[in-house]
């Protein structure tokens, strides 16, 4: 079996709006054989994308049909390129964009099944970073399931300024939803050209401002979400979550292979549910047999991250808005996110934000080390003068009383009074317009 036949073969696959078949209009791409196996890219324009399905079913009969052939693999990949068009010879290589110049690192977390807790490490290592000095932003890709406003305690509707969206803020992390935007309970039925919007705005669409870590929830599988991020943005890096359990490293080993193939460093595996410890008898059990995340690294050549295991505390953490994390930062389960949150730190080559204010400390003010902290507290002071007037007009008000440790403390009153609701939507509405001005800043605290 060779390149020839595959062609030959694929040839008489039509569009059928155009009328010509695949080969001709240089949709196909990038053909691999291996034994009996058959791998290639269709690469394809937004305007072809609805009939993706159509296309690669026909051209996987085809293929199936030749003698030898026992399997065919097929990816959609993005033919919108400058020098591209019909019949032409365009690169088939993904068109990318930037979409967030002031984000040092993005990365994916990514799985190729559902249920495996993608989500789950998705939350405990942006909070791990956070926890470590790094500005941290955290985005729900997985558009028909959004879990991270539930899994980080907050689900309100994100204010708008200038045509974009202010993200909410959890445990230290930025967020960005559309559990946020659709009332909860409500199911999306989208095509692909729709998801790959809804994707584009939740990164284009929202003042991220500069951070060190943007990290990307997917959803399950290697579809359109995967696709429209790895145009939109350069990834950093995407780690695959998966169980020990062989139809779920299946999946996860297409996931990889996805990611690879576009370019996109796979920073490792995390096996995720690999035991269970019973509290009463301390008796291991391999409920979804073990080691299989650890063995696809190595298969892979891919960076083994580590082992979490089926645990209550995760589970209860993830339905209280309160993450391991946080929960029990000291535990062995936290531990091993802060080394994973360590791992990406060290790879990134990114000071973080203590270090860097120790640095400058150290040589910018030598002949007087206090100027950079009145500078500070004067920013800090202006942005509280700022919103003042705003919350007066509501019968509210905001005094600043100190900053210490990259904390700011304030005097605040509500028009509801002591309303605990009330007084922490103001907290956060003055974290903002604080952190505009000084955004190094740990938090504002209500004294």
Same mark, same amino acid.
């Given at each position: 079996m060779?390149s020839e036949?595959?062609?030959r073969?694929?040839?008489?696959?039509?569009?059928?709006?155009i009328?010509?078949?695949i080969?001709?209009?240089?949709?196909v791409?990038?053909?691999?054989?291996?034994?009996?196996?058959?791998?290639?890219?269709?690469?394809?324009?937004?305007?072809?994308c609805?009939?993706?399905?159509?296309?690669?079913?026909d051209a996987?009969k085809?293929?199936?049909?030749l003698?030898?052939?026992d399997?065919?693999?097929?990816?959609?990949?993005?033919g919108?390129?400058?020098?591209?068009?019909?019949g032409?010879?365009?690169?088939?290589?993904?068109?990318?964009q930037?979409?967030?110049?002031?984000?040092?690192?993005?990365?994916?977390?990514?799985?190729?099944?559902g249920g495996?807790?993608?989500?789950?490490?998705?939350?405990?290592?942006?909070?791990a970073?956070?926890?470590?000095g790094?500005?941290?932003?955290?985005v729900?890709?997985?558009i028909?399931?959004?879990?991270?406003?539930?899994?980080m305690?907050?689900?309100?509707?994100?204010?708008?300024?200038?045509k974009?969206?202010?993200p909410?803020?959890?445990?230290?992390?930025?967020?960005?939803?559309?559990?946020?935007l659709?009332?909860?309970?409500?199911?999306?039925?989208?095509?692909?050209?729709m *998801?790959m919007?809804?994707?584009e705005q939740? !990164?284009k %669409?929202v003042?991220? +401002?500069?951070?060190?870590?943007?990290? @990307? &929830?997917?959803?399950p599988?290697?579809?359109?979400?995967?696709l429209?991020?790895?145009?939109?943005v350069?990834l950093?890096?995407?780690?695959? *979550?998966?169980?020990?359990?062989?139809?779920a !490293?299946? %999946?996860?080993?297409? +996931?990889?292979?996805?990611f690879?193939k @576009? &370019?996109?460093?796979?920073l490792?595996?995390v096996?995720?549910?690999?035991?269970?410890?019973?509290?009463?008898?301390?008796e291991?059990?391999?409920?979804?047999?073990?080691?299989?995340?650890k063995?696809?690294s190595?298969?892979?050549d891919?960076?083994f991250?580590?082992?979490?295991?089926?645990n209550?505390?995760?589970?209860?953490?993830?339905?209280s808005?309160?993450p391991i994390?946080i929960s029990?930062?000291?535990g062995?389960?936290?531990?091993?996110?802060k080394n994973?949150a360590?791992g990406?730190?060290?790879?990134?080559?990114?000071?973080?934000?203590?270090?860097?204010?120790?640095?400058?400390?150290?040589t910018?003010n030598?002949?007087n080390?206090?100027?950079?902290?009145e500078?500070?507290?004067?920013s800090i002071?202006?942005a509280l003068?700022?919103?003042?007037?705003?919350?007066q007009?509501?019968?509210?008000?905001?005094?600043?009383?100190?900053?210490?440790?990259?904390?700011v403390?304030?005097?605040l009153?509500g028009a509801?009074g002591?309303?605990?609701?009330a007084?922490?939507?103001?907290?956060?509405g003055?974290?903002?317009?604080?952190?505009?001005?000084?955004?190094?800043?740990?938090?504002?605290?209500?004294?």
């Open positions: 060779n036949q595959i062609l073969a694929l040839k008489k696959v039509t569009d059928p709006d009328g010509k078949d080969v001709s209009l240089d949709y791409r990038d053909i691999h054989i291996e034994g009996g196996k058959v791998s290639f890219s269709l690469a394809l324009t937004g305007a072809v609805g009939k993706k399905g159509v296309l690669q079913e996987k085809a293929l199936m049909a003698e030898g052939i399997s065919v693999d097929i990816m959609i990949v993005s919108e390129n400058k020098d591209m068009h019909v032409g010879h365009g690169s088939g290589e993904v068109q990318q930037n979409l967030l110049p002031d984000v040092k690192n993005v990365i994916a977390i990514a799985s190729g099944k495996v807790g993608k989500s789950t490490v998705s939350v405990n290592l942006a909070i970073l956070a926890k470590q790094a500005k941290v932003g955290l729900d890709l997985d028909y399931g959004p879990s991270i406003p539930m899994m305690g907050i689900n309100e509707e994100p204010q708008v300024e200038e974009k969206f202010i909410l803020e959890s445990h230290g992390v930025k967020l960005m939803s559309l559990g946020f659709v009332p909860e309970g409500t199911p999306l039925i989208w095509r692909g050209p *998801v919007g809804a994707v939740l !990164l %669409d003042q991220w +401002g500069d951070l060190d870590f943007l990290m @990307v &929830d997917l959803p599988g290697t579809g359109d979400a995967q429209s991020l790895t145009q939109k350069p950093s890096g995407v780690i695959i *979550v998966t169980t020990p359990q062989d139809v !490293l299946l %999946d996860a080993t297409k +996931g990889l292979a996805m690879r @576009v &370019d996109v460093e796979v490792g595996i096996e995720n549910m690999s035991y269970f410890v019973c509290p009463k008898c301390s291991r059990t391999d409920i979804f047999h073990h080691g299989g995340g063995r696809t190595e298969k892979e891919a960076p991250l580590g082992e979490i295991p089926l209550v505390q995760i589970r209860e953490g993830g339905d808005g309160n994390v029990d930062p000291e062995p389960i936290a531990v091993a996110f994973m360590s990406l730190i060290e790879k990134s080559g990114i000071s973080m934000a203590e270090e860097r204010s120790a640095n400058i400390d150290k910018e030598k002949e080390p206090m100027s950079e902290s500078d500070k507290k004067q002071i202006e003068e700022t919103v003042r007037p705003y919350l007009a509501d019968g509210g008000d905001v005094e600043y009383v100190d900053y210490v440790d990259n904390v403390q304030v005097r009153k509801c002591t309303c605990p609701s007084l922490m939507t103001l907290q956060m003055v974290e903002r317009a604080i952190r505009e001005r000084v955004p190094e800043i740990k938090g504002v605290v209500a004294v």
